[in-house]
């Protein structure tokens, strides 16, 4: 694979809070680094400044955290400057790592506050329910969770909306952007995956909804929602109804089939998760306690749903590359090559000619997995973007630049 070559080039990018969006910065900046560079911003301004499509990101895909970082380069920001808003001050770790200096539009640092908005009407009212239904107790433990509980989560993500509304974007619509920015999320009342993007109305496939109806901070906010420690987010659709969404990865971890099918012929994926591999230094997780336990149970089954979904998209190109070594050793047709091939890619939604990249953390970088989900410390936001830098350098050092 020879990446001058490519003409379309995707970023995909995982959930994960806070430390995957700082994984992800890192990965950037590496990739920036190795020449790519991030095209974002109204029509005008990609058209003015990134008319050269090589090694360009024009199309990008984010779930969750991914979804906020995604946004934010569609949006035309730099990395320092995401870097910059997440914490001041962290910004000083990155001349540690491309060794220059650079002015560049600052965004309004996104604070706690923007991130955990209290879920107050549920919340408060949570324990005199509980004190006042006596009677749920005689129907079990599941019964007194199930009645008691019926927060629909701790906060809302509704700063997270009203943040990107009032202080990121210029125009709040998918359509104004110059680049396609794809953001994930989950249908609460279903059972199906959710693409927020600018579709045409006609637009449809049974499995997947394709929404063109909401703004681009209802759709972030939307896919943020990770239960139970946020609300699901509503949006009204073109009816007014209001439809109830939640995290983007409930359905599925990576949605790389979403920029292939925008057109990508080369597929970046960056994911934060890496499930703990035993350590001298941190010893067994048995000694942690609950919480880490806890984690190391949903990252096992995060990193099987990915390796799941890489080995499918080997396997079918392995398939469509012995079928066309097959017809071409024997010599025959070519007509019924193609079309067996072509047959063959539409039922699997496989798409012949696009490579897919994948960047994650070493097992070895323990620290990636012991650090909070949720912290807006400077010193611990500098490491993990190390972390993700150092993570991309060793993958597309094996690739031909």
Do not use: W
């Not at 959930?15 to 969006?21: L, P, T």
């Not at 190795?34 to 050269?52: E, I, P, Q």
């Not at 650079?102 to 009407?121: E, H, Q, W």
């Amino acid at each position: 694979m020879r990446l001058s070559e490519k003409k379309r080039i995707a970023l995909v990018l995982s959930g994960g809070g806070i430390k995957a969006a700082a994984f992800h910065l890192g990965v950037c900046l590496a990739l920036r680094e190795k020449g790519f560079s991030f095209a974002g911003g109204s029509h005008d301004d990609v058209k003015m400044r990134y008319s050269d499509d090589k090694l360009t990101f024009k199309v990008y895909v984010g779930s969750s955290a991914g979804a906020i970082i995604s946004t934010f380069l569609a949006s035309g920001y730099s990395i320092e400057a995401i870097i910059d808003a997440f914490e001041r001050g962290a910004a000083s770790d990155l001349n540690r790592i491309t060794q220059r200096k650079k002015v560049y539009a600052r965004l309004k640092p996104i604070t706690y506050r923007d991130i955990f908005a209290l879920n107050g009407g549920n919340f408060v009212n949570f324990i005199p329910n509980v004190l006042r239904r006596k009677s749920i107790v005689t129907g079990g433990l599941e019964a007194l969770i199930k009645n008691g509980f019926k927060i629909n989560g701790l906060f809302t993500t509704k700063g997270i909306e009203r943040y990107f509304r009032t202080q990121v974007l210029k125009e709040n619509s998918f359509a104004s952007l110059g680049v396609d920015l794809y953001v994930i999320g989950t249908q609460l009342n279903h059972s199906r995956k959710v693409v927020f993007g600018n579709f045409p109305e006609t637009f449809k496939e049974k499995r997947i909804k394709y929404a063109n109806f909401a703004t681009i901070s209802d759709a972030v906010a939307a896919s943020a929602s990770l239960p139970p420690v946020f609300a699901p987010h509503g949006i009204r659709d073109h009816r007014g109804k209001e439809i109830f969404y939640f995290d983007g990865e409930i359905r599925e971890t990576l949605s790389t089939h979403v920029a292939a099918d925008a057109g990508a012929d080369l597929v970046i994926s960056s994911y934060s998760v890496q499930p703990y591999h035993y350590t001298p230094v941190m010893g067994s997780l048995h000694n942690y306690g609950i919480p880490l336990i806890i984690n190391q149970a949903l990252y096992q089954v995060i990193q099987q749903k990915i390796e799941k979904h890489i080995e499918h998209q080997q396997q079918m190109s392995a398939i469509l590359n012995a079928v066309d070594g097959y017809f071409k050793q024997a010599n025959l047709p070519d007509e019924h090559r193609e079309k067996l091939l072509d047959i063959i890619s539409t039922r699997v939604n496989h798409k012949p000619g696009v490579d897919y990249i994948y960047i994650h953390p070493s097992p070895q970088d323990h620290e990636m997995f012991f650090v909070d989900h949720f912290s807006l410390n400077a010193s611990i936001l500098g490491r993990i973007v190390h972390i993700g830098f150092r993570a991309a350098l060793q993958t597309l050092r094996k690739l031909d630049l």
